[in-house]
């Protein structure tokens, strides 16, 4: 399953994170000179490589060496940074302190570099997808119902260890920030490790998603050794029979059993719930287990008829149930200990009447009612669905995809320049003009903030332009798929 929460055990309080990158962003935005600036000091040097990561790697105190443009871009950054962290009176050792992340620098790398590329733009699209979601291996060794991978049997074409190294080597190159293991089954992967130290060494965050029935303590502690910022979980309902009749197998014993032993191990556990009509009632108990467990996360997962899906598409749970669970959902955040995220991309908009900042997939910031103008600046920037924007996905024989819900292929890693795909492939153009959406999705004011989910527009009307027959808007659209 794709997975894409942030790791929540950064130094900085998400709060004071999210508020200080608002207010980062919105100056950086706000200032034609600094944007100017920003075009010099984004170019990659053909010597040294990534100028911004490196200047702001020497801002933290790292020895970097450069050449000579390289130098005359970090005064330049430092300038501005200093400026910036003291006009409004930034904590400047919690900036640094994630600036010395490699996550955070490359992820402030990407917005930058984003900025100076596509514009300032509302939301905006980073120079390099932030995250890639890579389901390695199309083998898995259950046959779940809602499978969007239709896993289960090992394909001639899956990428070999060399070229799945390889690729990691190009996803560092390109600039990402974070890479999401997923599936099929990860741990199915013979050279899963080789990956996951590749990805490390190369100093981007890394995630695995699993079923968690291969998930025994040796894995468990050999995760956390390599430092995987979280670890994903399905699991589809709060009892045995629920879980089982989706797994296929019965497996809820042995899903549990690796959901404590990743919390065990001291890793970032999340738990995701693909809600159809099978569960649906059940989701306030599978978050009591989840917390019960030590998980730090539940995600609900939009059910998306995609791969196995497209058979149990009339379990999709209606506009007014999503809507309605959403807002269960938003209503809870800050007040329990696990947080709360969705895959929805409505659950943007359902945030932000709670004064609660949902940044879509990859994390929830709660409490932030005294910063209503920079939670709705920092929403409307990252901005809902990230597909094409922040995120794409990679397929398990290197098929480059917008996401892991949307099997059209832009390129592959094997034969084209990532960077070269994200920045003209026609597919995430389209995905990125929201104005050019059909239907409400292009006129809603929420727009920016949500977006509606292109893979359900491409699931329901095989036009990923479409509007998101999931919304509570879109109620009468959704009337008309099921009639037929
Ligand atoms: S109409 Fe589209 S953009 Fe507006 S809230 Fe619904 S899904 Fe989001
Ligand atoms: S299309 Fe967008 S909202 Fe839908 S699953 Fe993919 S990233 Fe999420
Ligand atoms: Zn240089």
Not at 460 to 478: R, V
Request: proline share 4%.
């Amino acid at each position: 399953m794709v997975d894409l929460a942030l790791n929540h055990k950064s130094q900085t309080k998400p709060k004071d994170l999210a508020e200080n990158m608002a207010q980062f962003v919105e100056i950086v935005l706000g200032n034609p000179l600094i944007r100017r600036i920003l075009n010099f000091c984004t170019n990659r040097c053909d010597s040294c490589g990534r100028r911004i990561d490196l200047c702001l790697k020497k801002y933290v105190g790292y020895r970097v060496r450069m050449c000579s443009k390289c130098k005359i871009s970090y005064f330049i950054i430092k300038t501005v940074l200093d400026h910036v962290i003291n006009s409004i009176d930034l904590p400047r050792d919690d900036i640094e302190t994630n600036l010395r992340n490699p996550m955070w620098r490359k992820g402030l790398s990407s917005v930058l570099e984003g900025i100076a590329k596509f514009g300032p733009k509302k939301p905006f699209t980073s120079n390099s997808p932030f995250l890639i979601v890579w389901n390695v291996t199309k083998v898995c060794n259950l046959h779940c119902k809602h499978c969007y991978e239709s896993a289960g049997f090992p394909p001639s074409d899956e990428l070999n260890r060399r070229e799945a190294l390889r690729a990691v080597d190009k996803m560092a190159k390109a600039g990402l920030a974070y890479i999401a293991l997923s599936g099929g089954e990860p741990l199915m992967r013979k050279d899963i490790w080789d990956i996951a130290e590749r990805i490390r060494k190369n100093e981007m965050a890394l995630s695995i998603a699993t079923n968690a029935t291969l998930l025994n303590k040796k894995t468990a502690k050999r995760l956390k050794n390599l430092d995987c910022s979280f670890v994903q979980v399905s699991l589809d309902g709060a009892k045995a029979s629920t879980h089982n009749k989706f797994r296929g197998v019965k497996v809820f014993k042995k899903t549990i059993n690796g959901i404590r032993n990743a919390v065990d191990a001291g890793l970032c556990v999340g738990i995701s719930t693909t809600v159809t009509k099978f569960n649906y009632e059940e989701i306030p108990k599978i978050i009591d287990l989840s917390e019960k467990l030590g998980a730090e996360i539940f995600m609900h997962y939009n059910f998306i008829p995609v791969g196995r899906g497209t058979e149990i598409a009339k379990f999709d749970i209606t506009p007014d149930q999503r809507e309605k669970l959403l807002n269960m959902m938003a209503k809870q955040i800050g007040k329990r200990k696990i947080s709360l995220l969705s895959t929805a991309p409505q659950y943007g908009r359902v945030c932000s009447h709670f004064s609660a900042l949902s940044l879509t997939h990859f994390d929830t910031v709660s409490q932030m009612r005294e910063f209503k103008d920079s939670v709705k600046f920092l929403g409307e920037f990252v901005g809902g669905c990230g597909t094409g924007r922040l995120y794409c996905a990679l397929d398990y024989n290197g098929d480059i995809t917008p996401c892991v819900f949307i099997p059209i292929k832009v390129g592959n890693i094997k034969k084209d320049d990532l960077l070269d795909v994200w920045h003209n492939s026609t597919v995430f153009h389209q995905i990125r003009d929201r104005e050019g959406f059909k239907g409400l999705c292009g006129t809603c004011k929420y727009r920016n903030i949500c977006g509606g989910c292109r893979a359900r527009a491409l699931g329901y009307y095989n036009d990923i332009t479409q509007s998101d027959p999931g919304c509570i808007f879109n109620k009468k659209e959704w009337l008309k798929i099921i009639a037929k």
